[in-house]
């Protein structure tokens, strides 16, 4: 149970309470207990203590209500976050992919690797080694490599646009 307690002088709210705290520590009660300067108040059941005001009602007694302005700033906290949420999954999904497709975490290495692989597709003479005697091998080895190179692209594209769905999805809310 939450307990508000109000300047009665200006309605602003000067702290927020829970009175299973104040049984714990009876010394902060007595302190935050400045009569008759401020009024205690229970916050009544359905209000979110983050999104309330104080105001006098028809009978010039101090009430709690729900803070609409309030209630608006912490929905679209409460959008961003979710939307940040959905960006660094995204972000952490298309990574983890990448670092099994190039066994990089760096972006620039892992482009380096993409297009070291389409050029021993292109120009597989040039890559003939000791490992890779012919420009056989070097094509058996460079092919499904860059196969998998490309497919990473793909998986990206489709990704990011499952996140845009998600965060339109979000915005719309």
Not at 46 to 58: Q, R, T, V
Not at 90 to 109: L, P, R
Not at 132 to 161: D, M
Request: with cysteine.
């Amino acid at each position: 149970m939450y307990y508000i307690i109000i300047n009665k002088t200006n309605l602003s709210i000067h702290s927020i309470y829970n009175s299973d705290f104040i049984k714990d520590n009876t010394a902060y009660f007595n302190y935050t207990e400045i009569e008759p300067f401020c009024i205690h108040l229970e916050l009544p059941e359905g209000l979110d203590p983050d999104c309330i005001k104080a105001e006098l009602n028809e009978n010039d007694e101090i009430i709690l209500v729900e803070d609409s302005v309030k209630v608006a700033e912490k929905a679209l906290t409460d959008k961003a976050t979710r939307i940040k949420a959905r960006e660094t999954a995204c972000d952490n999904d298309i990574q983890d992919q990448q670092v099994q497709i190039y066994g990089f975490q760096s972006q620039a290495a892992a482009i380096r690797t993409h297009i070291m692989w389409q050029d021993m597709v292109e120009n597989p003479s040039s890559w003939i080694s000791e490992q890779l005697a012919t420009e056989e091998a070097v094509l058996a080895y460079a092919t499904p490599l860059l196969g998998n190179s490309k497919t990473f692209g793909q998986y990206c594209v489709i990704r990011v646009a499952q996140y845009e769905a998600e965060k339109a999805a979000i915005e719309a809310e």
